[in-house]
């Protein structure tokens, strides 16, 4: 798996996306006091496909796409600009070869979160991608 996220990391540096959320990506978790935009992405599940000559793994990557905004223009635009970096998009894999890359679930909502200041209130875009590599 850490060469899947080496690859996914590895492809933001000049997009549209990172220009958007000023390089802010994180794996698992933000760190404390984070200026909002950004996006964190983690593994939710991981599984092989075990066959007879060949092995593949089958991951769910959850992108999280966080704005401070007061409307939801921002987020629709991270959101788009991830789309645009990672719909079924080849990407190099060390020592393995993604098969595909392809968007499952988006869920937008507005949370409130908790910053030094108080609460804030924050749009919250969930974009759920089923990855399979050949290893």
Same mark, same amino acid.
Request: hydrophobic fraction near 40%; proline fraction near 3%.
């Given at each position: 798996?850490?060469?899947? #996220?080496?690859?996914?990391?590895?492809?933001?540096? &000049?997009?549209?996306?990172? #220009? *958007?959320?000023?390089?802010?990506?994180?794996?698992?978790?933000?760190? @404390? &006091?984070? $200026? !909002?935009?950004?996006?964190? !992405?983690?593994?939710?599940?991981?599984?092989?496909? /075990?066959?007879?000559?060949?092995? !593949? $793994?089958?991951?769910?990557?959850?992108?999280?796409?966080?704005?401070?905004?007061?409307?939801?223009? @921002?987020?629709?635009? %991270?959101? +788009?600009?991830?789309?645009?970096?990672?719909? $079924?998009?080849?990407?190099?894999?060390?020592? @393995?070869? /993604?098969? =595909?890359?392809?968007? @499952?679930?988006? +869920?937008? %909502?507005? $949370?409130? *979160?908790?910053?030094?200041? &108080? +609460?804030?209130?924050? =749009? *919250?875009?969930?974009?759920?991608?089923?990855?399979?590599?050949?290893?």
């Amino acid at each position: 798996m850490l060469n899947l #996220s080496k690859a996914i990391y590895g492809k933001l540096p &000049g997009s549209a996306l990172a #220009s *958007h959320i000023a390089n802010r990506m994180f794996k698992g978790r933000a760190p @404390e &006091g984070a $200026e !909002y935009p950004y996006v964190v !992405y983690l593994i939710v599940s991981n599984s092989p496909i /075990l066959t007879f000559n060949t092995n !593949y $793994e089958d991951t769910i990557i959850q992108f999280s796409l966080f704005s401070s905004a007061s409307g939801s223009t @921002e987020v629709e635009g %991270m959101y +788009t600009d991830l789309k645009t970096l990672y719909d $079924e998009k080849a990407m190099s894999i060390d020592s @393995e070869t /993604l098969i =595909w890359m392809v968007r @499952e679930n988006a +869920t937008l %909502m507005v $949370e409130d *979160h908790t910053v030094k200041n &108080g +609460t804030v209130q924050v =749009w *919250h875009y969930a974009v759920d991608y089923r990855v399979i590599i050949k290893v």
